[in-house]
């Protein structure tokens, strides 16, 4: 059964697919992207869906904007630069273009193994990635998205190699509740609004994934969805 919402489902087959390849720098800019559709979809009326049907607010898929000089996000939206024309994509209702300024800027992280190894470095990443939106637009609002495995077992790659965890540092599931409460303590709080997702994945064939709690995890998610929409339209 599919998904209700876009991000969690292409975030979903990121793993199903086949190997997760965590230098893959793609993976949380096609993630992100979903975001804006998930936005887009949940209500009909509204600013947002208006701003998107008008053309006047685009996702920028290279995350600059003209004049300013600030680290691209996974995903920025916002007012298109006057006299461009936004481009459709195929499967996407959200136009893409260049845009002047950041209206809501994502970055999104997954930490699926060697988590605590990591986890200075990502909370690093994620503070400094919702400065430089804030950059581009003092009030941009800025979201934070952070995958977190909570499996049993877990495997890594490095060109031909394989990591497992057990042998190559502990299995996900004795990490994950630290990493959490470090995410909450030091990341989330440069964020309008953060959000976990605990999964369980193993990145083996058959490349099994499931959701810790998935119904809570997606009553979260579609009430970030309504606070997103109700500060874009306090804007």
């Known amino acids: 059964m599919s998904e209700p919402y876009r991000l969690l489902e292409q975030f979903a087959e990121t793993f199903r697919r086949g190997r997760y390849l965590h230098r893959n720098s793609q993976l949380g800019n096609r993630i992100a992207d979903c975001l804006f559709e998930d936005l887009y979809a949940l209500r009909a009326e509204g600013r947002f869906r208006m701003d998107v049907d008008a053309c006047r607010s685009v ?103 394989s990591y497992p965890t057990g042998e190559y540092g502990p299995h996900p599931i004795a990490e994950a509740p630290e990493a959490e409460r470090r995410l909450r303590d030091s990341a989330e709080p440069c964020y309008d609004e953060f959000l976990i997702l605990p999964f369980k994945a193993t990145n083996v064939d058959p490349y099994p994934f499931e959701w810790v709690e998935p119904d809570r995890l997606r009553d979260a998610y579609g009430s970030m969805l309504v606070r997103l929409l109700g500060r874009y339209e306090r804007r």
């Not at 909370?123 to 909570?150: E, M, W, Y």
């Open 59 to 161: 996702l920028n898929p290279k995350g600059s904007s003209p004049g300013l000089r600030a680290r691209r996000g996974d995903g920025s939206f916002g007012t298109v630069v006057p006299g461009r024309m936004p481009s459709k994509r195929t499967g996407f209702l959200v136009p893409t273009g260049p845009t002047a300024s950041v209206d809501i800027g994502a970055e999104v992280k997954i930490l699926a193994k060697a988590m605590i190894k990591q986890i200075d470095r990502v909370i690093s990443d994620l503070c400094r990635q919702s400065g430089h939106f804030r950059t581009k637009s003092p009030h941009a609002v800025t979201v934070g998205i952070v995958g977190l495995n909570h499996a049993d077992f877990a495997v890594s790659y490095e060109g031909g190699r």
